[in-house]
């Protein structure tokens, strides 16, 4: 956050966040590097985003939401991240965001998920 902020560091400071940066993206890809892994990291949070796509694409429930916004930290986004299959499992920068759009294509009739990273 320091150097996002125009801020100089230190020698020392340079080559430990680096090193943490490293342990960092590695325990991100451990906590998604398989299905099952995915299932308890992301699963809850897919379900409700899936609920809500399949909902707003029915138009099952009167008066269905046209955004929901969802917080979070880091690790959620590069979690649903890999998850999706989307993106690298590195450190988003600082307010990094995941937009996922639903579409309709009426000429079809079917609709789609746009990921935005």
Known sequence: MQR?????LADWQI????KMQEIYDTTMKLETSNEP????????LLK???QNFQNASAQQQKGTARVNLYSGHDDIIV???????V???????Y????????HK?????????EVCT
């Open 4 to 8: 996002a902020h125009g801020h100089k």
């Open 15 to 18: 080559k430990v966040f680096e």
């Open 37 to 44: 892994l995915k299932r308890l990291k992301s699963g809850p």
């Open 48 to 50: 409700l985003l899936l």
């Open 79 to 85: 979690s649903l991240r890999n998850s999706l299959s």
């Open 87 to 93: 993106s690298d499992s590195t450190h988003p920068p």
């Open 95 to 102: 307010a990094a965001a995941l937009i996922l759009e639903l």
């Open 105 to 113: 294509n009426p000429e079809y009739n079917y609709s789609y998920v």
